[in-house]
């Protein structure tokens, strides 16, 4: 059964969590590994995006950082940071609607982080897309 954005992004946050602590742990991975341990059927929305962050990865953190005020991404939860990575790269390299981005994004926070770090990440975004 196809599965809507919501959970895709939901999926996506996960294998980019799931990549942030193999790097800090300096453990090898594979980027299709991870996708395929997360996801049952192959999905190029999931690719695109965990691909897009990743390779992205430092630029987005600086986009992020910018707009942080006495906060920087690598202090804010690993749930957090990914989903504050990946709409970023959904607003800086995607089609998808800003109003749609950060919606997605404050609620996967409301269900993964707690209130500061949504607060955090609805501050961003709003900041990006207004400036």
Same mark, same amino acid.
């Given at each position: 059964m196809a599965k809507s954005r919501s959970e895709l992004r939901e999926k996506i /946050? @996960? %294998?980019l969590y799931q %990549?942030? %602590?193999?790097? *800090? &742990?300096k453990m090898e991975y594979d980027v299709d590994n991870v996708i395929k341990e997360n996801l049952e059927i192959d999905n190029d929305f999931v690719k695109d995006i965990v691909y897009g962050v990743v390779t992205h990865e430092?630029? @987005? &953190?600086?986009?992020?950082? *910018?707009? /942080?005020?006495?906060?920087?991404?690598d202090r804010i939860d690993k749930t957090g940071a990914a989903i504050l990575r990946m709409a970023i790269y959904e607003l800086k390299y995607t089609d998808t609607p800003s109003v749609v981005v950060i919606n997605e994004a404050v609620e996967l926070a409301k269900k993964y982080s707690d209130d500061s770090v949504r *607060?955090?990440?609805?501050?961003?975004?709003?900041? /990006?897309? &207004?400036?």
């Open positions: /946050m @996960i %294998i %990549i942030d %602590i193999y790097k *800090k &742990n430092e630029s @987005i &953190n600086e986009e992020a950082n *910018k707009y /942080m005020t006495n906060w920087r991404i *607060k955090i990440i609805n501050a961003v975004l709003d900041r /990006m897309i &207004n400036e």
